[in-house]
């Protein structure tokens, strides 16, 4: 299979700069991350998994922040993180709450929908079950159908290895998946709203589940979230994963690196962000030209 360059974005979630020792609330997990198709999630040109995870990230961590829920990311750049790795980062900053972000993707590109996936173990069910179920209310809300909050069961425990991990170290852990990037009616209300109104939805079903009983349990520590599953053998790694955005040229100075048609047809890639010329600054320049190479190859 052909492998299709895509560019990354990078944009840096917005850090505080006072001096603060509270540990994070929420870990927002932006799924994938990395190199090749190894690192990229599902690939449907124009779009890339781990880059529309990282943009929603950016802009779900900046809400949370600014509405006074503490809130942090597993990664802030194109890192390739493992799923222990991931949920010892959440360990490590004292999250309540792991929430991995994702969109969905089928062979034939006929499904479409929103769907959270959390462990099936007694408070982590409870604690996933109540604030996926929020999320899915507002994304549906935007048009999406919403699928449900599932779990599915595996060898060790919960299948699904994010899951599984956050659960083992007893952080509740739920994945989002935002809908299907390569289905065209989940596209054209991507595309529609815009990524802001994705993470805005993530953002108002985490706040509210924060002002639950269960939600208030749980930051207070009277919810048991004792470890769950047998996959207990988390390494605490200090940060490994975390990375800063890679580009830093001002949109002038790398406009003078493509031809006119290629600079807006580029544009015309970051379009659904609504941001296109600051966001195509976070972008590694090596990145947009062997996307304008498969571009000019009729690839794109
Ligand atoms: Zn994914």
Redesign the pocket.
């Given at each position: 299979m052909k492998t299709r360059l895509l560019p990354v974005i990078t944009a840096v979630c917005l850090i505080l700069s006072t001096v603060t020792v509270n540990a994070a609330t929420v870990m927002i997990d932006p799924?994938?991350g990395g190199a090749g198709t190894a690192g990229a999630?599902?690939i449907y040109p124009p779009y890339m998994?781990k880059s529309l995870?990282l943009d929603v990230a950016n802009q779900l961590c900046a809400e949370l922040n600014a509405s006074g829920i503490s809130a942090e990311m597993t990664r802030t750049g194109d890192t390739a993180l493992s799923l222990p790795e991931r949920a010892a980062i959440a360990k490590n900053s004292g999250a309540k709450l792991l929430v991995?972000i994702?969109?969905?993707a089928s062979a034939a590109h006929d499904k479409s929908g929103c769907a959270v996936w959390t462990s099936m173990f007694g408070n982590h069910y409870k604690a996933g079950a109540e604030c996926g179920n929020a999320i899915l209310s507002n994304l549906s809300s935007l048009g999406f159908v919403n699928k449900g909050v599932w779990t599915k069961a595996g060898s060790q425990g919960d299948y699904y290895g994010v899951v599984r991990y956050g659960t083992s170290v007893g952080i509740p852990t739920i994945?989002v998946?935002h809908c299907y990037m390569d289905n065209a009616k989940d596209r054209a209300i991507l595309e529609s709203v815009g990524t802001g109104a994705l993470a805005h939805a993530d953002a108002a079903g985490i706040t509210g589940f924060f002002s639950s009983a269960t939600g208030q349990a749980l930051t207070n520590g009277s919810l048991d979230t004792t470890a769950a599953n047998s996959a207990s053998s988390v390494t605490v790694a200090t940060g490994s994963g975390k990375s800063s955005g890679t580009g830093s040229s001002s949109s002038a100075n790398l406009k003078a690196n493509f031809s006119d048609a290629e600079w807006q047809w580029l544009l015309s890639q970051w379009a659904y962000t609504g941001n296109a010329e600051t966001v195509i600054t976070q972008v590694p320049l090596s990145d947009l030209k062997a996307l304008i190479e498969e571009h000019n190859k009729g690839n794109i």
């Open positions: 799924g994938h999630g599902a998994e995870t991995s994702h969109f969905n994945i998946e």
